[in-house]
């Protein structure tokens, strides 16, 4: 690379610092920026800005000069003088626009990106250094990562996710809720799951507020979006908490049918030990008990059960034994409705059931509870559970833990 010769801008702010324009002020801090001279370009910057303001060109390059030298650094560096970093950002801030060619945007991104790394995260300034930045002013096209040769989130779409994060982080839910609002309207390409945990967060602050139907849409529309997130479990214990115990217990149900016998999931039979005690359903609160037992005793976390009645069976007999009690018996714990299957198809295995109120409602073969031949005409017993409809993009219900009573 070539070395711009410099010598005759250096000659003239030597002599006469007044008598540059506004072109070559800007070439000369941008040169001596480029060619690495920071301190140098630091130096001419301020001078231009105390002796002549009447010239305004060359503050971007200026205050680039700036944040190449205590801006853009590693956090340790950051650490060591916070009050240096801060200093020389807010003095960025304060003579440069948020506009293009600008160190402004960078500036606020850096000051987010070490408040963030801190523990605890200071919330207060985190959200003021995010206010910051307009948004109207931040472009809404996908960053490009070259090393992947892959799109990122753009400008506009890593501050809305920040500021709907920032805002629920700070129990500020009606505020959540407004910016996941005009981020789902302002921006319709996501990356990196923005979209789903967005939403989350969105349903998370409505259950918040009281606003349970609203919550339970998004929670519904997430199910199997989210890793490590079970949204009917996030249900159950929402309208548990409410001692609405009917619905709460569909949503347990449903997901209990669905899991099988999985001793993993110790979270799920607290939760139906919970529900069957509420209910004072006390035959399967023993049952559940003592599979929660059984199962730590095969895990080698307690070596003997007192009063086991069934002391030769293992975890797994048990299971089969509380599933037999609680199919038995589910009027104890959610709603049952009676109706009659008008129709069926059997290559998609899917159909409708006729209601008591001679509405029709969606069933799935997959979800009755023993595995029967559906014919048309059946008259079974179901629980309603909310459900929601992708390509509809509604929430809905459905027919679950289907059983048959007989055929008409």
């Known amino acids: 690379m070539t070395k711009v010769d410099l010598s005759g801008y250096a000659k003239k702010f030597e002599d006469d610092v007044t008598s540059f324009n506004d072109y070559e002020a800007t070439d000369y801090v941008r040169s001596l920026k480029n060619e690495g001279l920071l301190d140098e370009a630091i130096e001419v910057g301020s001078t231009f800005r105390s002796m002549c303001p009447n010239l305004k060109g060359y503050i971007n390059q200026y205050g680039y000069a700036l944040y190449n030298k205590h801006i853009n650094i590693p956090v340790n560096k950051i650490s060591e003088n916070e009050f240096l970093f801060f200093s020389f950002a807010n003095d960025i801030l304060g003579m440069c626009k948020q506009e293009k060619y600008s160190p402004y945007e960078v500036t606020v991104n850096r000051m987010i990106k070490y408040i963030t790394s801190q523990n605890p995260i200071n919330y207060d300034k985190y959200l003021e250094t995010l206010k910051l930045l307009d948004p109207k002013l931040l472009s809404d096209q996908p960053l490009l990562i070259k090393e992947r040769n892959q799109e990122g989130e753009s400008p506009l779409e890593r501050w809305y996710r920040q500021m709907v994060k920032v805002h629920y982080d700070m129990q500020n839910y009606k505020d959540c809720i407004t910016y996941a609002n005009n981020a789902l309207a302002m921006i319709h390409n996501f990356h990196y799951r923005n979209l789903q945990w967005i939403k989350y967060y969105r349903a998370c602050s409505q259950v918040a507020l009281g606003n349970y139907e609203e919550g339970q849409r998004d929670f519904l529309a997430l199910q199997g979006q989210i890793r490590d997130i079970n949204f009917y479990e996030v249900l159950y214990t929402t309208y548990s908490s409410l001692n609405d115990d009917k619905k709460a217990n569909t949503f347990l149900l449903y997901d209990l049918y669905q899991s099988g016998y999985d001793v993993t999931k110790t979270d799920l039979f607290n939760n139906l030990l919970k529900a069957c005690q509420k209910a004072e359903y006390t035959a399967l609160a023993d049952l559940v008990s003592l599979f929660l037992k059984k199962?730590?005793?095969?895990?080698?976390?307690?070596?003997?059960?007192?009063?086991?009645?069934?002391?030769?069976?293992?975890?797994?007999?048990?299971?089969?034994?509380?599933?037999?009690?609680?199919?038995?018996?589910?009027?104890?714990?959610?709603?049952?409705?009676?109706?009659?299957?008008?129709?069926?198809?059997?290559?998609?295995?899917?159909?409708?059931?006729?209601?008591?109120?001679?509405?029709?409602?969606?069933?799935?073969?997959a979800d009755y509870i023993?595995?029967?031949?559906?014919?048309?005409?059946?008259?079974?017993?179901?629980?309603?559970?909310p459900a929601y409809d992708r390509k509809k993009d509604e929430q809905t219900s459905r027919a679950v833990l289907l059983t048959l009573e007989y055929s008409d």
Do not use: W
């Open 295 to 365: 199962v730590e005793k095969e895990a080698g976390k307690i070596t003997e059960i007192e009063n086991d009645p069934y002391a030769n069976e293992d975890s797994g007999i048990i299971y089969d034994r509380l599933m037999e009690e609680l199919t038995a018996h589910l009027d104890k714990l959610v709603e049952r409705v009676q109706g009659k299957v008008i129709y069926y198809n059997k290559e998609k295995q899917f159909g409708n059931i006729k209601t008591p109120q001679d509405d029709t409602i969606f069933f799935r073969q």
């Open 370 to 385: 023993y595995d029967e031949e559906v014919q048309k005409y059946d008259v079974v017993e179901y629980t309603v559970i």
